[in-house]
């Protein structure tokens, strides 16, 4: 099975930068993806970003130019830089795994959630 541990989170003044860090760890054999999402109160689960094999990135129109999903395969961690944060971006933010491991050829993973909390 696979473990996600998440950091990063905060409060933080609009305007402001935030680093979350995503560790996935376990019998893990191939990751097909790793992103987040963030989920507001009285809002749905919404896709932040997410990187697919090596290098392919896709992200939310409202994040664009502004957060950047990164990845080292070493430690099997998935990053994602915010900068210029605005209120709207106030939410709960869930790692997000997608991979091989062992006795399951596909197995998604949620992680428990950080609070990123954008307010003077």
């Known amino acids: 099975q696979v473990q996600l541990v998440e950091s990063g989170g905060g409060l933080v003044q609009p305007g402001g930068s935030l680093r979350l860090s995503c560790a996935a760890s376990g019998s893990i054999f191939s990751i097909y993806a790793m992103g987040w999402y963030r989920q507001a109160p009285g809002k749905q689960r919404d896709l932040v970003a997410h990187i697919i094999g090596d290098s392919r990135t896709n992200y939310a129109d409202s994040v664009k130019g502004r957060f950047t999903i990164s990845r080292d395969n070493a430690k099997r961690t998935v990053y994602l830089q915010m900068n210029s944060l605005k209120p709207e971006d106030t939410a709960v933010y869930y790692c997000?795994?997608?991979?091989?491991?062992?006795?399951?050829?596909?197995?998604?993973?949620w992680g428990q959630g950080t609070l990123v909390t954008v307010s003077s």
């Open positions: 997000n795994f997608q991979g091989a491991v062992q006795g399951a050829r596909y197995l998604e993973v």
